[in-house]
T-cell receptor, first 113, second 115 residues
Framework: SQKIEQNSEALNIQEGKTATLTCNYTNYSPAYLQWYRQDPGRGPVFLLL?????KEKRKERLKVTFDTTLKQSLFHITASQPADSATYLC????????????FGSGTRLSIRP | DAGVIQSPRHEVTEMGQEVTLRCKPISGHDYLFWYRQTMMRGLELLIY????????DSGMPEDRFSAKMPNASFSTLKIQPSEPRDSAVYFC?????????????FGPGTRLTVL
């Protein structure tokens, strides 16, 4: 069955360092992968999308890589700030599945001052 | 745009009672999704609609759960009768397929507690 795995443990990073979150998947051939941010008491918010034919995507301090051979995506936050503390979810999508996206369980990131 | 609107934001009810959760998607979006989020299972897709028609309800846990979308601007998720294990945060999300990215825009969620 399709499976998505994210860092199960919370990640604690010193402010200013680069945070790296991992998303691995099995039994799936996604057309694209998305990363969402979720703050306590709120719904997930879309951050970045990367397609299967793209190796890397950047947006300000965020960088996402996508390796379809390794079946893995890495999500980097450079120059991390306490305001980046949240839970980050990865989600896989396939154009053939009529908009059904499968979400990972998320990784909680804490940036300490 | 106000984004996806959900009501109520919090619901506390007793076991056996009927619960109705409401959602107004973003205007112009033609896909609507209902999710349930718990600590144990994360974010689970329950059902989704395209142009008001249910497409996939395989995630609906039991017959006690039902969802409707009578028009493009309104959907309900009903649980009857409710049970303590239904306690979770229920999210509604909408997306615009024409964008071909299927980015989903989530509402603030309804926190349901069944005593």
């Amino acid at each position: 069955s399709q499976k998505i795995e994210q860092n199960s443990e919370a990640l604690n990073i010193q402010e200013g360092k680069t945070a790296t979150l991992t998303c691995n998947y099995t039994n799936y051939s996604p057309a694209y992968l998305q990363w969402y941010r979720q703050d306590p008491g709120r719904g997930p918010v879309f951050l970045l999308l990367i397609r299967e034919n793209e190796k890397e995507k950047r947006k300000e301090r965020l960088k996402v890589t996508f390796d379809t051979t390794l079946k893995q995506s890495l999500f980097h936050i450079t120059a991390s700030q306490p305001a980046d503390s949240a839970t980050y979810l990865c989600a896989l999508g396939s154009g053939s599945s009529a908009s059904k996206i499968i979400f990972g369980s998320g990784t909680r990131l804490s940036i300490r001052p | 745009d106000a984004g996806v609107i959900q009501s109520p934001r919090h619901e506390v009810t007793e076991m056996g009672q009927e619960v109705t959760l409401r959602c107004k998607p973003i205007s112009g979006h033609d896909y609507l999704f209902w999710y349930r989020q718990t600590m144990m299972r994360g974010l689970e897709l329950l059902i989704y609609f395209n142009n008001n028609v249910p497409i996939d309800d395989s995630g609906m846990p039991e017959d006690r759960f039902s969802a409707k979308m009578p028009n493009a601007s309104f959907s309900t998720l009903k649980i009857q009768p409710s049970e303590p294990r239904d306690s979770a945060v229920y999210f509604c999300a909408s997306s615009l397929r024409r964008a071909t990215t299927d980015t989903q825009y989530f509402g603030p969620g309804t926190r349901l507690t069944v005593l």
